[in-house]
């Protein structure tokens, strides 16, 4: 089992920026791919980011690109969101999931486990 907690959530202007987290326990973090989700009410989970074991790859959504980066601390057990440059479309829970293995996951179905979420809400 990995339990995952995101934290780093909050209320943010458009414009700004905000980092979240995401601390990792139960198993030996870095043999896990890492991504973040995200959901705003009445819509479907969709992907943000991912990440490989070592951190040498990363994919992010078209919408994203370019405004976040994810990144990994394997020494902490703790994954990360940036996010700049943050627009109100920006606004809804983000979860970060784990998955065994080196590959990047871009579907829900591809992920193991999940956190509880944490909202990020971004006024205009």
């Known amino acids: 089992q990995v339990q995952l907690v995101e934290s780093g959530g909050g209320l943010v202007q458009a414009g700004g920026s905000l980092r979240v987290f995401c601390a990792a326990s139960g198993r030996t973090f870095s043999n896990y791919a890492m991504s973040w989700f995200r959901q705003a009410p009445g819509k479907e989970r969709d992907f943000v980011a991912a990440i490989s074991t070592s951190g040498g790859r990363t994919q992010y959504a078209d919408s994203v690109k370019g405004r976040f980066t994810i990144s990994r601390n394997n020494a902490k057990n703790t994954v990360y969101l940036q996010m700049n440059s943050l627009k109100a479309e920006d606004t809804a829970v983000y979860y970060c999931?784990?998955?065994?293995?080196?590959?990047?996951?871009?579907?829900?179905?591809?992920?193991?486990?999940w956190g509880q979420g944490t909202q990020v809400t971004v006024s205009s």
């Open positions: 999931a784990a998955r065994l293995g080196y590959g990047l996951g871009f579907t829900i179905r591809e992920y193991d486990y």
